[in-house]
């Protein structure tokens, strides 16, 4: 770490140097103009104008690249916060329909991205999100509630064999998806510019590392609803035929999940360490459930008792993430001054 002496230049003013290397790379000048940001923990950041201008734009080479791979390489631009992305053949050639077809998948998995301009061998998508439309508590909090949506319907088609029902489950999971991109493309773009941060409901970049590990760990939850919908359509006509009984224990363990998952985000959110607490305590009250409904399974075959395994699975690993998201409220929560812990 390079360190700088600060300088007095008059009666109230102190000064210091920026380092030559970073202004270079920074194209700042004299008589340029910086903006300063006060953060947590003493921080204060100097932030270049070229950070300050959002219209980034990023060119993809469909010459060098397969057409899966450029739908991979939109969807990390599109993270990665870029305004404006082209993908392009160079020397005159055409895209084929592959790549086309893969732009166009891209686009309809990205919220707000759409194709502004085409020709034979270009085509420009913009993405017209802005980080003050929306706000990561609110974002977390949406997809904590299409997970728990998915979780409900899937358990329910589960206990009607209803293939329809688990069907609709199943087309929630690209909304989900959506969701959870967008708050990676929030959540780098804060990180890359702390004026950011503000928009998107922060009063610090501090708390970003934690989101994004909350953010996924909702993404997961919704891969766990999915694989229990997937479970119901596989059975197809062949329900599981599980008692009624069993069927009433799988309900109230979902229930609990569905409120850990809930007090997970909400502790996250609110910063409170009494509802990450709580989550931790239904943990606990439900951590031998899955073992509890398998042991009093009456006789099945095989192949239905695994299904059962499988759905049970997939409940306790969305309890697990609901507990290390209440884990990272934790670290939030105790990060100031509360009558649990006075920071000197």
């Not at 970003?208 to 229990?228: C, M, P, S, W």
């Not at 197809?236 to 069993?246: F, H, K, Q, R, S």
């Amino acid at each position: 770490m390079e360190t700088r002496k600060v300088q007095r230049l008059g009666p109230s003013t102190l000064a210091m140097t920026l380092p030559a290397e970073w202004a270079k790379a920074q194209n700042v000048e004299k008589g340029d103009e910086v903006s300063l940001r006060t953060g947590g923990k003493g921080t204060l950041t100097v932030l270049p104008e070229s950070v300050q201008q959002e219209e980034s734009e990023a060119i993809i080479h469909a010459d060098e690249l397969e057409a899966d791979a450029i739908e991979r390489a939109i969807l990390a631009q599109y993270v990665l916060g870029r305004r404006v992305i082209q993908v392009e053949v160079k020397d005159g050639g055409t895209l084929n329909s592959g790549v086309i077809n893969a732009v166009y998948n891209a686009e309809t998995q990205l919220m707000g991205l759409g194709v502004i301009e085409e020709t034979p061998e270009r085509i420009a998508i913009r993405c017209s999100v802005d980080p003050e439309d929306f706000t990561l508590d609110n974002l977390l909090e949406r997809l904590e509630s299409t997970g728990s949506t998915m979780r409900n319907e899937a358990v329910k088609a589960l206990a009607h064999g209803n293939p329809d029902l688990a069907q609709r489950a199943l087309n929630r999971e690209r909304q989900a998806n959506k969701i959870f991109v967008l708050l990676l493309r929030l959540i780098f773009t804060a990180y890359q510019n702390p004026n950011l941060a503000r928009a998107v409901g922060l009063d610090s970049g501090f708390p970003l590392i934690g989101y994004r590990t909350v953010a996924k760990n909702l993404e997961l939850t919704a891969d766990n609803a999915e694989d229990i919908a997937e479970i119901v359509i596989d059975a197809g006509e062949n329900t599981l035929d599980v008692d009624d009984a069993t069927l009433r224990e799988i309900r109230e363990f979902t229930d609990t999940v569905n409120e850990m998952t809930e007090l997970g985000v909400r502790s996250v959110v609110e910063r409170d360490y009494d509802l990450a607490l709580q989550t931790k305590k239904l943990f606990r009250d439900v951590e031998d459930s899955q073992t509890e409904i398998l042991t009093s399974l009456p006789e099945m075959d095989n192949d239905k008792l695994l299904q059962v395994r499988e759905v049970l699975v997939a409940l306790q690993q969305t309890a697990q993430y609901a507990v290390r998201n209440a884990e990272i409220a934790t670290n939030l929560a105790l990060d100031t001054n509360s009558e649990y812990v006075t920071i000197t």
